[in-house]
């Protein structure tokens, strides 16, 4: 690849998984490289003081930060739209752009892409979430006739500690997940050590996976023309979904 390919990434400040695994699995594809920048998110919850951590100026000013950076897309790399509604994410990407220059995705569009692509209409949902984010979850994916036949979640709401989920634990949810035969199951939260665990939990399910720090970047890379199929050791994401 004779030109280097700059994937900027904007991530929630609390997060410590979704930088190692991006940047692990961006290293498959030679000359291509993610570049973060942060903005405050702390807690998940349907609180006022925890909705208004995904205000649109906060992000937009990380964003121009990448945008120094000369990014060739700006990926949120973030599940929020989940219990906002897709269309928040919609609206992001619009602003990103104009306000960059850059061409914008996000995990959760990249997700509902990639479900349409392959027409998946049951899906397994595994999250650290609280209930009543759950809840709206399963509720916004209803909008899009895409049904939730099974779910798990954890009931945290300190984004950091997301990140302290043991894999065994995640093994467990996917697996109590897969007992209903979704079409695909997803991992929805960023700060989740889920992605690297994709190979194995579809062999041993047979159902494919999709993590949520996977989808974005699969899309970013789509949007720079690189053929993903050159990527193993990550689900079959990268290898069957063009």
């Not at 900027?8 to 699995?25: D, F, R």
């Not at 998110?41 to 951590?53: F, P, Y």
């Not at 990639?114 to 209930?131: D, E, H, N, Q, S």
Request: with cysteine; proline share 4%; glycine share 6%.
């Amino acid at each position: 690849m004779s030109k280097r390919i700059r994937l900027g990434v904007l991530t929630p400040s609390s997060n410590t998984s979704l930088e190692p695994l991006t940047s692990a699995i961006v290293t498959e594809v030679p000359g291509v490289s993610a570049h973060f920048s942060r903005f405050t998110v702390t807690e998940i919850s349907l609180k006022d003081q925890a909705l208004g951590q995904f205000d649109d100026t906060k992000i937009l000013e990380a964003a121009k930060l990448l945008a120094d950076a000369h990014v060739d897309s700006i990926g949120w790399s973030g599940t929020s739209s989940g219990w906002l509604g897709f269309e928040r994410d919609v609206q992001l990407c619009r602003r990103i752009t104009e306000v960059t220059g850059i061409p914008a995705t996000t995990s959760v569009l990249a997700l509902n892409e990639i479900l349409a692509k392959t027409g998946t209409k049951k899906l397994g949902l595994a999250t650290p979430y609280v209930p009543d984010v759950q809840a709206r979850i399963v509720a916004n994916y209803a909008t899009l006739g895409i049904e939730v036949p099974s779910e798990q979640h954890l009931g945290i709401s300190v984004n950091f500690d997301f990140a302290e989920v043991a894999e065994d634990t995640l093994r467990t949810m996917v697996r109590e997940v897969a007992k209903s035969r979704p079409e695909a199951i997803t991992t929805f939260c960023t700060n989740l050590r889920a992605a690297q665990l994709a190979d194995e939990l579809e062999a041993e399910t047979g159902i494919p996976l999709y993590d949520t720090v996977s989808t974005v970047v699969w899309k970013q890379l789509r949007m720079a023309g690189i053929d993903t199929r050159t990527i193993k050791g990550w689900g079959r994401l990268f290898r069957e979904v063009a």
